[in-house]
């Protein structure tokens, strides 16, 4: 089996679904065992990142959600709002918390064709 440093974990659920949490889990594990983790976010998803959306979230036993992704941007991860959905909701970058870019799913399937594991929630 050939191995990857590198990990996409795609993203479809929002902040009320404990998916969210599970994956912003599993990706600073990811982190933490030294991959590059992106995570591109995709339908409801985008509400993640929405400013103060995640603030309230919090599937016992994991960490807040709003801390989870914190710390994965804190620690170097990539995270990605597909461009349609974010504008299929209204929203503009000033309504995204600090360091989420808005791009369309070629940059997921950049780190894809280079190699990169994939995950999906």
């Known amino acids: 089996m050939a191995q990857t440093e590198e990990l996409v974990v795609m993203m479809t659920h929002g902040p009320e ?12 594990g990811a982190i933490t065992a030294g ?5 591109f976010l995709t339908c409801g998803a985008v509400d993640i990142v929405r400013r ?4 309230m979230t919090h599937m016992q ?3 807040p959600l709003a801390a989870l992704v914190a ?3 804190a620690r170097g991860g990539t995270l990605w709002a597909c461009t349609p959905c974010v504008k299929a909701r209204g929203y503009e970058e000033g309504d995204l918390i600090e360091g989420v870019t808005i791009t369309g ?8 064709m280079a190699g990169a ?3 999906s929630f």
């Open 71 to 73: 710390d994965f941007l």
């Open 117 to 119: 594991a994939t995950l």
């Open 35 to 39: 991959m590059k983790v992106s995570i």
């Open 52 to 55: 103060r959306a995640a603030d």
């Open 61 to 63: 036993p994991l960490e």
């Open 17 to 28: 679904d404990e998916r969210a949490s599970v994956g912003f889990t599993i990706a600073n």
């Open 105 to 112: 799913a070629s940059a997921m399937h950049e780190r894809i």
